[in-house]
């Protein structure tokens, strides 16, 4: 901060206060901008901390030091392979972000005048709408009766309506890949831009073919931003609990519904919280990729 | 462009053609069955009314939580810009060493997943023997707009000539008054783009708000509670009023965001 303003009030003989109130007045902003933060956001999130180390006695919260939770995950099968299961899931659902967010992503970059800027609105606005309704409109889309069996019988893809496509793993992914692509578009579109146009205007100076240009030059820039992109999929994908609840059935179990799981029916919040911790390190595992990967390509 | 190049860029536009209606069929389905009826797969277009629209106003309970929701969202603006504000103006004056751990600690609940945010709260809610309600939904959605709002009043501060607050301070202003009639003013977009971004996130906000919200429902709570008997056509009705009503906020922001980035060149 070299260009720092002066304090206000600094030069200021006229309105000499009391030392007390000079004092206050100097600790109390001071308490409010440190303070406040850490009451609101730090303490909660400790609080949380705490509560993974301490266990359920009679349905009441014993409030001392156990490493049980932690142990009990561990020890069971079932939780792990439904945690690397979503962490699986989340990565598919990145993916798919990540292949159509940039190919929307490049053409709208392609674009030039009004006609962008309105393409780049269109892309996120479906960010806007209500997460509910677009679950809702999903399983009406997916289900038996469904659009999407619909049209699959009508075409003549399939001879039948199939189950296949609700309450199983397959229909929270792609009710998940639907409501998180739009997330993808602009962080991949953002990396695009800060390509420098006189890079591509170089390789097609030197006789590159467009195609060569963005395989050679358009590509490699952005696909370290892009993959960043799609890392905040993942992170969004894997903290969900309401759509694998609402498209899963008993077949899309996933590790967010896992824990929620333990706030509402199982009520063991300190097993709960362990869960959530376990949660907290893959996505402090996923975002601190995503900044190695952004500060790589910066430095190039 | 050569031709096999240019097949290539059409069949792309055919993809993200299909991508969008994938974005967008939800929200239509939605719209349409707010209007006609259904007849299986096919829509009975003579079946145009405005019935469930005007069956609107004997849903109580359907109103309550719009407007539980509406409350929550304008308390948590107003909150989130106060501390904002705060926060930002006393960031930019004076060197302070502090800065970056507060910001990281801001952006926290915006980077990390609802779920966690969601489960801090009610612990620590809990520990501290406050009852869910509306109070404890403010809370969560001040603590999650915060970095919105931090974050375009902080880049529009830095932009700021430092020139003329100290002209300000020289002439004789305190720093309440170099605030209010310097700074401010000029923060103005900044603002608005927030606090239109802000209130888009928490109108629409059920991963944080599961885990806070007591009796009174908001209205993504209550219709997830009615979601699993089905939707009547006048919930399709107000969720299609709703979409209207975030889009255009969307809509709004986006062109205040584009205004106020525009204004900083």
Known sequence: MADALPAPGRHDPL??????????????????????????????????????FWSMADGQVEHAFTLGNYVAFLAQPSYIRVFLGTLQLAGIVAAVGLVFGYIIAYLIWRLEGRIRYFMLLFSVIPLAMNYI????????????????????????????PSKLFLFNQTAVMITMAVI??????????????RIPPSLAAASADLGARPGQTFLTVVLPLSL??????????????????????????????TFGRAIWSQFGMAFNWPFGAALAVVLLLAVVAIIGAAALISRHARVK | MTAPERIAIAALWLVAALVFAVLYGPALAVVLSSFFDLKGQSIDWSSFSLHWYAGLTDNPEMLAAL??????????????????????????????????FVEFVIFLPF???????????????????????????????????????????????????????????????????????????????????????????????????????????????????????????EVNALVSLVLLATMSLAVLGALSLKDSMAARR
Request: charged share 10%; net charge positive; glycine share 10%.
């Open chain 1, 224 to 253: 370290p931003g892009s993959i960043v992109g799609g890392l905040f999929v993942m992170v969004l994908a894997l903290g969900d609990f309401l759509t694998p609840q609402m498209v899963g059935g008993n077949q899309g179990f």
């Open chain 2, 111 to 233: 980077v990390l997943p609802g779920i966690i945010t969601g489960i801090s709260l009610l612990v620590a809610f809990r520990e501290l023997g406050i009852e869910r309600s509306l109070v404890t939904v403010t809370i969560g959605h001040t603590v999650l707009v915060l970095a919105i709002i931090y974050r375009m009043v902080t880049v529009r501060l830095d932009s700021l000539e430092a020139s003329q607050i100290e002209a300000s301070l020289d002439l004789g202003a305190t720093g309440l008054q170099t605030f209010l009639f310097v700074v401010l003013p000029q923060l103005r977009s900044a603002i608005v783009t927030g606090a239109l971004l802000a209130f888009t996130l928490s109108f629409d906000e059920t991963l944080v708000t599961f885990f806070l919200v007591g009796g009174d429902a908001t209205l993504p709570i209550r219709l997830w509670a009615m979601m699993r008997v089905g939707f009547t056509p």
């Open chain 1, 180 to 193: 998180y692509l739009p997330y993808a578009i602009l962080p991949i579109f953002l990396s695009l831009e």
């Open chain 1, 133 to 160: 309704v677009k679950i809702y409109a999903m399983r009406g889309i997916l289900g038996y009766n469904g659009f999407l069996n619909w049209a699959l019988v009508t075409t003549g893809i399939l001879d039948a």
């Open chain 2, 67 to 100: 407007g539980h929701t509406l409350l929550v969202a304008a308390a948590a603006v107003l909150m989130a810009l106060v501390l904002a504000l705060g926060l930002a103006w006393y960031m930019k004056t004076g060197t302070r060493r502090g800065r970056p």
């Open chain 1, 15 to 52: 309105r000499a206060t009391s030392p007390a109130a000079r004092t206050l007045g100097r600790w109390l902003p001071r308490l409010a901008v440190y303070g406040l933060p850490a009451v609101l956001i730090l303490a909660p999130l400790v609080a949380f901390l705490t509560t993974s």
